[in-house]
């Protein structure tokens, strides 16, 4: 089920007085699917290095940055349409994009269509780089509920990317299935986060042969009206939210105030799931503190011991 890509060297254009910009690893389009999922990115918005930190995790990325630490994105790609879409514009949309272009194999250097879970900064700050002040793209189609479609329209500064015909929103309605081409349909679900500007939403993403899961963000399992276990049931792949490991990793703040599931509870609750149903969970969305961002710590040695999966920068899955 999981297809490790080769992975190619990108070289990013700069001015030609700049440093010439550090390679990065994208996934490339040999002995891909007709239409494929791409993971673009798998860290929580801030990133790694985090602003300001002064933890080991964070203390030689300063110095040496990992070119596959990329805030959490995937990437659709249809070769039978020639569409690609990109699910979430993370601060790494510069390089995601490219990343997408090339696994593609498209001349098109922006994707057909962004969508949007919800207005926490890893997950919509991206869409500034389609702004004037960069891209200056033509109406580039933004998926996004209604909550979210109000913020971008009347907020700014993303209300200048409706008005100057960047970005054309584009409505989604939770639970309503969109068909984009032949071969693809996306279905939105509300999911329960902290909604202080939009509603949160994952995504059921279906292509001609499987069907993938995505909730990036979502505060507690026991909080939703939904059994995800019956979700997992309905699909190939599950990209679910893995942003602390436990609750002893954040020392700084206070980690009531920022609920999610943790991978440890997740694996407890999952445990009784049969080998087949476990191996489609792929965690995402780690915070730079989460020891699951390094291959061989141990953390990462007991979700794979337990079956499951950790989503990683560069793997491609058939849809």
């Known amino acids: 089920m999981r297809n490790l890509l080769l992975l190619a060297s990108l070289c990013l254009l700069t001015c030609c007085t700049d440093p010439p910009a550090q390679p990065i690893s994208v996934p490339t389009a040999l002995n891909s699917s007709d239409v494929s999922l791409v993971v673009l990115g ?4 801030a990133g790694a290095p985090h602003v300001a930190c002064r933890k080991d995790c964070c203390k030689d990325l300063f110095d040496h940055p990992d070119v596959k630490r990329q805030v959490t994105s995937l990437g659709i790609i249809d070769r039978i349409s020639g569409k690609t879409y990109l699910f979430e514009a993370s601060p790494d949309l ?31 700050a991206g869409l500034m780089y389609l702004g004037k002040e960069a891209t200056n793209a033509d109406r580039v189609p933004v998926y996004a509920m209604p909550r979210m ?10 209300s200048q990317l409706v008005s100057t015909n960047n970005i054309a929103l584009q409505r989604l309605t939770a639970d309503s299935t969109l068909q984009l081409t032949p071969q693809l349909q996306v279905t939105p679900f509300r999911v ?6 939009s509603e949160t939403v994952g995504y059921l993403i279906s292509g001609p042969n499987h069907k993938a899961l995505f909730i990036p963000d979502i505060d507690k399992w026991e909080k939703w009206d939904r059994r995800i ?25 206070d980690i009531s105030q920022i609920p999610h599931p943790f991978v440890s509870e997740s694996m407890q609750r999952f445990a009784a799931l049969s ?21 061989d710590s141990e953390e990462t040695k007991e979700v794979i011991r337990q079956g499951f999966q950790v989503a990683d920068f560069g793997e491609q899955f058939g849809l």
Request: net charge negative; aromatic share 12%; no cysteine.
């Open 192 to 197: 329960p986060h902290r909604d202080e500007f």
């Open 149 to 158: 479609r109000s913020f971008l329209t009347n907020d700014g500064p993303w």
């Open 42 to 45: 798998n860290v929580q918005d």
């Open 275 to 295: 080998a087949a149903e476990k191996a489609k969970i792929n965690f995402i969305h780690f915070n730079h503190t989460n020891r699951l961002l390094v291959t």
């Open 94 to 124: 510069t390089r995601q994009t490219k990343a997408l272009k090339t696994a593609a194999g498209t001349d098109q250097e922006l994707p057909d269509g962004i969508f949007l879970t919800h207005a926490h900064i890893g997950h919509y």
């Open 229 to 253: 276990e019956d979700l997992i049931a309905e699909v190939d792949y599950a990209f679910l939210d893995g942003t602390f490991y436990d609750a002893a990793e954040l020392n700084t703040r």
